[in-house]
């Protein structure tokens, strides 16, 4: 049925001309912006990958839209948790086990029954073929009972597991991916089939367009979206006051403008970081001194006066976001002031060649921060050349190595701090990820995870925080105000702790259904 449906669609599509901005193809009409039957959503970048958990793009957008049309055992709304594919559920201490009672009746976008075996088998198969949002090495089994339940049994106690797990997995249907081997190569329609309030109907990667249409079977209502699209933008703010797209993300310039035009318009949190890599495996920044002096170098507050306008915070040195409730506060950490002169000193003991010729590689919508920090690092003396390129280029050469320096960013960091994990140490998501190797950091962030104890957890987070900001692998430039503009036809709100694992945007699925 949706190979036939998306067969059809992309036909007419053939046929009649699409605009960029994604507004109607006149023979369609659910795209004739009828406001109670369509809803657009620009997006400056547009594409983010095939909407399967292991086609999209691992960065929060690829995860948001893989969320339309996969379900969680467990969800978020503004104020915390909430029931999805699990009604409820339990952990035993005892045990170190949770239960999750899974709803009756519901079903996947195909008609079959969702049942407790397409549970355990999504562990099996994500333990085989693991995702970039989270980890299961924690599962030591899961199991079934025929009363609708699913426990799962933990090798230690994992204080984030609801938040990181259980509301990030998206359970997959074992009659679509059993005999999937190579689950990244797997785009056909069946790779969408999911139990989400939206089904995929199309989809273009050139012009970073989707559309998905609601599921009339879902478990909590029928979406009051009939179709919803999501379409690539080049000026958010001129496409909204068009009537082009419903919801975008604008600059701050913009916001007076758009709200005396009627348009809802929020502040996000600060929940995304803009932060300098350093390349610690190789010289010169195989050393912690020289790793500070750079960053003694850099004038934070100039940053985000002259890049952002004003329009957001200089960066934490511990990476967790300034309005976050598990900061450590200013106090805590070192202070990293602007100070040419001091850079140059330490460099200088550190035995640095000022004759040695840098590359920052930057993300290229983040050109005008690479010009400012090229200029203060000249201003201590150093040569620094500055290259801009796409977010897969730079993640790519990030996650191989292949850089002196580089600018780049993501949300999380407002979230559940067990997200450090992925960009302090390890190897989860090594385009973002500092990787850095050091045993008292890894035993807090080890610890951190173990203690359920939320106070004490807290303790553990702040001192990780420090080391981290001692150590500095990577240092974080600033943390950027982002604002979200929208029309009345959908009440948008930001998630407890970002979506899924802490992505700082407001477009949360609940939104979309009757009653929210």
């Not at 998905?212 to 690539?232: I, R, S």
């Amino acid at each position: 049925m949706l190979k036939k449906a998306a067969v059809l669609f992309l036909f007419g599509a053939m046929i009649c001309l699409m605009l960029v901005t994604g507004t109607a193809c006149t023979g369609d009409p659910h795209e004739a912006g009828d406001p109670a039957s369509t809803y657009i959503i620009g997006d400056e970048q547009g594409d983010w990958g095939y909407p399967s958990p292991f086609a999209a793009y691992p960065r929060g957008p690829g995860f948001l839209r893989v969320s339309y049309v996969f379900d969680t055992l467990v969800w978020k709304d503004s104020e915390g948790f909430t029931s999805a594919l699990a009604e409820e559920w339990v952990f035993d201490e005892e045990e170190n086990s949770y239960t999750f009672q899974l709803r009756e009746g519901v079903k996947w976008h195909d008609d079959t029954p969702f049942s407790t075996r397409d549970v355990v088998f999504t562990v099996e198969y994500l333990k085989e073929h693991p995702l970039p949002w989270f980890s299961l090495d924690i599962i030591q089994e899961v199991t079934e009972t025929e009363d609708g339940e699913v426990k799962i049994y933990l090798q230690e106690p994992y204080a984030p597991f609801i938040n990181n797990v259980a509301g990030v997995m998206p359970i997959l249907p074992e009659h679509v991916w059993d005999d999937v081997s190579d689950p990244g190569e797997f785009i056909e329609p069946e790779a969408v089939i999911g139990t989400g309030p939206y089904q995929l109907e199309e989809y273009q990667r050139e012009q970073g367009r989707y559309k998905f249409t609601a599921f009339p079977g879902y478990y909590l209502g029928e979406p009051k979206v009939e179709t919803l699209l999501m379409v690539k933008v080049s000026e958010p703010h001129l496409a909204l006051q068009r009537g082009d797209v419903n919801y975008a993300m604008v600059q701050a310039e913009a916001v007076e403008t758009l709200e005396e035009a009627g348009f809802q318009v929020v502040e996000g949190t600060h929940d995304w970081n803009l932060k300098l890599m350093f390349n610690h495996r190789e010289e010169p920044f195989n050393q912690v001194s020289v790793r500070r002096a750079f960053a003694q170098a850099l004038d934070l507050e100039e940053l985000v006066d002259r890049a952002l306008r004003g329009h957001g915070l200089p960066g934490s040195p511990g990476l967790v976001s300034p309005d976050s409730r598990w900061y450590a506060g200013s106090d805590a950490l070192p202070d990293y002031a602007h100070d040419p002169d001091a850079a140059i000193d330490m460099l200088e003991e550190a035995g640095y060649d000022f004759q040695k010729e840098l590359e920052l590689l930057v993300l290229a919508d983040y050109s005008r921060e690479a010009e400012l920090l090229a200029g203060q690092l000249r201003e201590a003396g150093l040569e620094v050349r500055t290259r801009a390129a796409e977010s897969s280029v730079v993640d790519s050469r990030v996650r191989e190595w292949k850089f002196d320096l580089a600018v780049t960013g993501h949300g999380g960091v407002g979230g559940d701090p067990e997200v450090l994990n992925r960009f302090m140490v390890g190897q989860g998501s090594p385009h973002l990820n500092a990787r850095y190797e050091h045993a008292e950091l890894e035993e807090l962030l080890r610890a951190q995870g173990r203690e359920m104890d939320e106070a004490k957890r807290k303790e553990l987070v702040h001192d990780l925080q420090r080391i981290y900001a001692e150590e500095i692998p990577a240092y974080t430039l600033h943390h950027p105000t982002w604002y979200y503009a929208y029309d009345d036809q959908v009440d948008w709100f930001f998630t407890h702790d970002g979506i899924g694992t802490g992505t700082p945007l407001p477009l949360n699925k609940l939104a979309l259904l009757e009653g929210s």
